[in-house]
């Protein structure tokens, strides 16, 4: 059912895309919207700043959008790794944060704020890492010969000792002063499910930022693939995303320069959103160039898709 609205909501996006004309004009600060121009410049802050970022042609020349440059289609980065499933972070209350217009890097008005569940994840992990290295005990000082060695004794002759061949015997196997690679002795004795189990099973996506005629702002697609680099279903991209996110701000539709039907997060907030922090960084005495869009764009939008670790590593602070 779900499959089939979504559909419907993509034909009738594209045919209002189709009679929606190309915005001229600059509207960043008055109502948090892109022309054409402003994110080809937001485009190559981030690659330039971000060179996991690459800008990409369409994939047919009938794809081609002619207000856009041909070389300039749409941004992507790929082979971004995602390590683990949403339903595998733990979650905990005590790391959520409500950002709201009192409070937070990127405050929103108090109705319709937005949850970050995973605000002070960062900080949890750091004060797990301090109290491990304060628990750990002292290395055990190194211990100097025995006192009572025999100086006096005959010397071993190495070649006597090959020639016997003790050092091929088995009883060697035994002795329990050998040094023995416990991760490699285990991953060795495993078998069948039990040493896949050892094995990380990493997912990749390709992401794809796209301008949206319709909404007037940049799109996020992604494309998933399983660790021999299979494409995934549907069903399993959505495990990747935030579980208040899916089936709601995600959606599948058709790429606009690429004739593939991919997962997207609508974008039918992000105009509203991104208004809320320029108002957020004009009360605080600074002002958001446009050229930044995509830094602050692509932080929101981790909420949604929160193992995904994808490149935004400029900071961008109030």
Known sequence: MQDIVNSFKSAALSIGETFTPVL????????????????????????????????????????IRPFLPADKQFLITKNVPCHKRC??????????????????????GEESGWVD?????????????????????????????????????????LDDLIESGALDSDENDDDPNRFVNEK??????SSGDAAGAEVEKIRTYDLHICYDKYYQVPRLFL???????????????YEDFSADHSNKTITVETHPSMDLQM?????????????????QYAESGKELGVHEYLFLFLKFVQAVIPTIEYDFTRAIKL
């Open 87 to 108: 339903k595998q972070m733990e979650y905990d209350e005590k790391l959520e944060k409500i950002i709201n217009d009192d409070e937070g890097e990127y405050a929103t």
């Open 263 to 279: 997962p997207t997060v609508h974008p039918c907030k992000h105009a509203e959103m991104m208004k809320r922090l320029i108002n």
């Open 184 to 189: 490699a002795a285990k991953l060795n004795t």
């Open 24 to 63: 001229k004009e600059s509207k960043f600060r008055e109502t948090g919207v892109l022309t054409p121009e402003e994110y080809v410049a937001a485009g190559d802050h981030l690659v330039h700043h971000c060179p996991t970022w690459k800008w990409s042609t369409a994939s047919d020349p009938s794809k």
């Open 117 to 157: 569940t995973h605000h002070y994840e960062k900080e949890k992990e750091t004060t797990a890492v301090v109290t491990e290295l304060q628990t750990s005990p002292a290395p055990a000082p190194p211990t100097s010969p025995e006192s009572d060695d025999d100086s006096d004794g005959e010397a071993l002759d």
């Open 223 to 237: 494309m998933g693939y399983d660790e021999n680099r299979r494409p995934l279903t549907v069903d399993q991209t």
